[in-house]
């Protein structure tokens, strides 16, 4: 099966940097994806690796390492809007592409 | 706005009772996710469709169905409900094969039971 482990919350500081981090165990790895998602909102999309290396995309990066099952994603130049919760999601593919998540990190950014 | 269409939006209803939440993917997707999320809890995967057939299924009661139709849509199925499955539910399409294989999440349906 898949499992994905990240933090359960994090906090920094509006301006600052924040990287949040996820394992994961998976067979047949597809990619490694991120979602944001506000309360009460829906999970957006943020960022896809499916190759080792730093993916950036604006104040958002996102690194991966297959070889150690670890990915992170950075969040620079914090704002408060950026306070939500952050999700890995392992793509596996096992005859079809199965999408798995991670329970969640909850990112407060405080003044 | 994902393009994903989810009906309804809040829903309350009694213990026992049952329910049905609708999906409309987005347009040209075939794959169709189903999840749940209790309070302030992660993405319960419940059920993956794909063109009409059942693709995966993670933790889905056996008092909860789904099922595609033709023309893609979806709905889940809520019988026997409990206090414990009042959660928002969330349905999100794909388009396998594609780039990342970026989900797209609907709105999401508020269900409360009471």
């Known amino acids: 099966g898949q499992s994905l482990e990240q933090p359960s919350e994090v906090t920094a500081v509006e301006g600052a940097i924040v990287q949040i981090n996820c394992t994961y165990q998976t067979s047949g790895f597809y990619g490694l994806s991120w979602y944001q998602q506000h309360d009460g909102g829906a999970p957006t999309f943020l960022s896809y690796n499916a190759l080792d290396g730093l993916e950036e995309t604006g104040r958002f990066s996102s690194f991966l390492s297959r070889s150690d099952s670890y990915c992170y994603l950075l969040l620079q130049e914090l704002q408060m809007k950026d306070s939500a919760s952050y999700f890995c999601?392992?793509?596996?593919?096992?005859?079809?592409?199965?999408?798995?998540f991670g329970t969640g990190t909850k990112l407060q950014v405080i003044p | 706005d994902s393009g994903v269409t989810q009906t309804p939006k809040h829903l309350i209803t009694a213990t026992g009772q049952r329910v049905t939440l609708r999906c409309s993917p987005r347009s040209g997707d075939l794959s169709v996710y189903w999840y749940q999320q209790s309070l302030d809890q992660g993405l319960q995967f419940l059920i993956q469709?794909?063109?009409?057939?059942?693709?995966a299924k993670g933790n889905i009661l056996e008092r909860f169905s789904a099922q595609q139709f033709p023309d893609l849509h979806s709905e889940l199925n809520l019988s026997s409900l409990e206090l414990g499955d009042s959660a928002l539910y969330f349905c999100?399409?794909?388009?396998?094969?594609?780039?990342?294989?970026?989900?797209?999440f609907g709105e999401g349906s508020w269900l409360t039971v009471v």
């Open positions: 999601a392992v793509s596996s593919a096992q005859g079809y592409q199965k999408v798995t």
């Open positions: 999100a399409s794909s388009v396998e094969g594609a780039s990342g294989n970026t989900i797209y």
């Open positions: 469709y794909y063109n009409g057939e059942e693709r």
